[in-house]
């Protein structure tokens, strides 16, 4: 599975961004997909994820009520949705998708786009 991402740039605080993800390859055996984010120094964390026949999403505490996460399997492309931004929302936002086959589960990341908010 191929990933990529866009929609990262530079915001002022309070403002929205959309970041979107699309998919290619083996796509038919994915099982969860999700965004996650690694600031400066710090370690990646979640931000929201989705099983891959859709259903409950869960979000980090951090962005509840401001972001969500949502799909178009027509276009096979994830979307986050960041609303309320604030300055510590600054950093790398990556794709991932969990597959489930003959091999076991496997991650898949993208290469990441920036977000930085500025106060």
């Known amino acids: 599975v191929q990933l990529v991402e866009s929609g990262g740039g530079l915001v002022q605080a309070g403002g929205s961004l959309r970041l979107s993800c699309v998919a290619s390859?083996?796509?038919?055996?994915?099982?969860?997909m999700g965004w996650y984010r690694q600031a400066p120094g710090k370690q990646r964390e979640l931000v929201a994820v989705?099983?891959?026949?859709?259903?409950?999403?869960n979000y980090a505490d951090s962005v509840k009520g401001r972001f969500s996460i949502s799909r178009d399997n027509a276009k096979n492309t994830m979307y986050l949705q960041m609303n309320s931004l604030k300055p510590e929302d600054t950093a790398v936002y990556y794709c991932?998708?969990?597959?489930?086959?003959?091999?076991?589960?496997?991650?898949?990341w993208g290469k990441g786009t920036l977000v930085t908010v500025s106060s």
């Open positions: 989705m099983p891959g026949g859709g259903g409950i999403t």
């Open positions: 991932n998708v969990e597959t489930y086959g003959l091999r076991g589960s496997i991650d898949y």
């Open positions: 390859g083996n796509t038919f055996s994915i099982v969860a």
